[in-house]
Structures are given as C-alpha cells and as structure tokens.
C-alpha cells in the first residue's frame, strides 16, 4: 500500500487547463474517487498518477517517492480502463497471466499469483475461457484480475463499470468494494456517477473545470458542501436554491428537508410558500415540483406519505434552520462554512 499525492499538478492542452494546480493526497489503503461531469480533469489527473500523460507542472509522489518524470512500469501501480482492454484471443488465464510473462517471472510463480488472483475475484472456473463468452461484470474481474497480480501498492481505476447495465452495476460496486477492502490496496477511482462515488468513496475529491471543489466523506460531501456546484451535482434532485436577504444570499436544502408547515413546530423552522405543479411517484418515494418565488424546488417524501397537496396551488412549506445552507449568490461559496473565507 503506498500514499498518493499531487503537488500543484497542472497540465494544459493548446493553452487550457485540463488540470489547475490541484493538491491532493490519498491515505494509504483509501478508496479515493474522483467525482465530476465530462470534461472536468477527472481522467486526465488520473492518467498523470499513472504516468501516461505528462503534467505540464507539478509532482506526483507515490509512496513519499517522486515518480513524475517515471515511466508506468516504474510506479508500482496498475490501471483498469473503461474497455478493460482484453487481449481477445487470449484465454482468462493468459490475460492474467500476461504482465508476469512480460516480467519474466518464474512459470511457477506466475500459476501461484493468476490462481490466487482468480480465486479473490471468483473467477477461477473461467480460466480457459475467452473475453467473448463472458459477461461484461466477468471481464471487468478479469481486468481486475490482471491488475492484482503485479501486485501494485496503487490501483487506478477509470470509469470501469460504464459498460455494465444498471443491475448488474449494482452488484458490481458491491464486488469492487468487497474487492478492494480484502486486498487494501489505494484505490483511485474515477467516475461521472455520484451514486457509485457515494456509495464506493471512503472520500470524495468533487472536480469541476480542472480544479478540485471540495474533498471529504459522502457524508460531508452531501451535508455540508463548500459551493454551490457541489451542492447541485451531489444528490438526485439536487439541493435547492432560493434566492434571499433581497438577493444577497441563496438559501440551500435538500428536498427531504422541506415539510408542510402543518408539520413543523417551534422557532427553529422557516416558512415558505410553495407553488405545486407536478407530482411524480417513484414507488418508494413521492416527489413534488414547484417554485418558491421565481425558484424552482423540489419536495421529497415517503411514497406513503400524508401530503395534502392541490396541483396548482400554494401551500405553507418550512424547512429547518439547521438544515439550510447560505451560498454567496455570484462566487457561489458558503456564507456559513468556515474556511471560504466569507462571513459567518
């Protein structure tokens, strides 16, 4: 296992920056995802880790060592691609077993590490199959498989269940984390979906325009965002927004947060009223869509829910005060956050 850390990375394109002077660190044996829409930097960043794009500033440290100027074979660590990148002609067992070939290691020492690879992935009874009878959950261990046998102290994984099918990549995510907790390897992972990021991530590093926005614990991440973007793409519906103070502030909280005001009692509450225009039920979970002023907002409860709402309508809602957020309206920043450098 091995701590990973960038210093000032950056790395422009024709003049942009796909990357902006980013510093972070792994904990060793994290499972570390980086989190954002296309085009953020999230896979660039990870290419940089691992050695196949060259920062245009900046160090990357691996185990407290320097590896910016070293080749991928040079760092102790393995990468598992969106394609999985199978040599089709190959059978399971060589596909695992191809790095070690290439290392010239012992034919004995090679069937150890590919049966003990096979055996932690579940996949030793596809040894002598080939990446065209297998199901994409089967080729993404296989991947996996390969990586795990060059015994890397960093593994680094890029959007590797984008190929897979909603349920299947549901139970995927359980197996990789399952898999990463038994070996203990740093993970890196990178992803756009933040329900793999929430539900995989012992921290989230959240990437936006080549920068780094916020980084911590699901928790911290979906409680207490630094911003605005973080507060918008983390959680589905997103966070709302609601302009206040005459404009000089935006007031955040999650749908599930707001209730009828019927049911909320004492100081501690706010009230607003809500426009209702639409329901939608979603078999666990009813949502209604409608605005606070000009601002559009969302409301979530229980499918089962007593909710006497009339589309169409206005109704007295209220939302905790613990529970809202105060966003600068133009930088996008808590106003009541420490750290951002803004009043309390």
Sequence with gaps: MAVVEVRDLSKRFDGVNAVDGIDLASTDGEFLVLLGPSGCGKTTLLRMIGGLEPPTEGDILIGGRVVTDLPPRARQIAMVFQSYALYPHMTVYNNIAFPLKAAKLPRAEQEKRVQWAAGILGIDGLLQRKPRQLSGGQRQRVALARALVREPTVFLLDEPLSNLDAQRRA??????????????????????????????????????????????????????????????????????????????????????????????????????????????????????????????????????????????????FAVRRADLKRFHPETGLRLDRPGNGRRA
């Design 171 to 316: 139970s995927a995510r359980d197996e990789l984390q399952g898999f990463q907790r038994r070996v203990g390897t740093t993970t890196i992972y990178v992803t756009h979906d933040q329900v793999e990021a929430m539900g995989m991530g012992d921290r989230i590093a959240v990437m936006d325009q080549g920068r780094i926005r916020q980084v911590g614990t699901p928790h911290e991440i979906y409680d207490d965002p630094a911003d605005t973007f973080v507060a918008t793409f983390l959680g589905s519906p997103p966070m709302n927004l609601v302009p206040a103070d005459g404009g000089r502030e935006l007031l955040g909280f999650r749908p599930e947060h707001f209730v009828p005001w019927k049911a909320a009692m004492g100081d501690e509450w706010i009230r607003f009223p809500y426009h209702v225009h639409r329901t939608e039920y979603l078999g666990a979970e009813r949502l209604l869509y409608g605005e606070i002023g000009e601002a559009s907002a969302v409301a979530r409860f229980p499918a089962n829910a007593d909710i006497a709402v009339e589309i169409g309508s206005t109704s007295d």
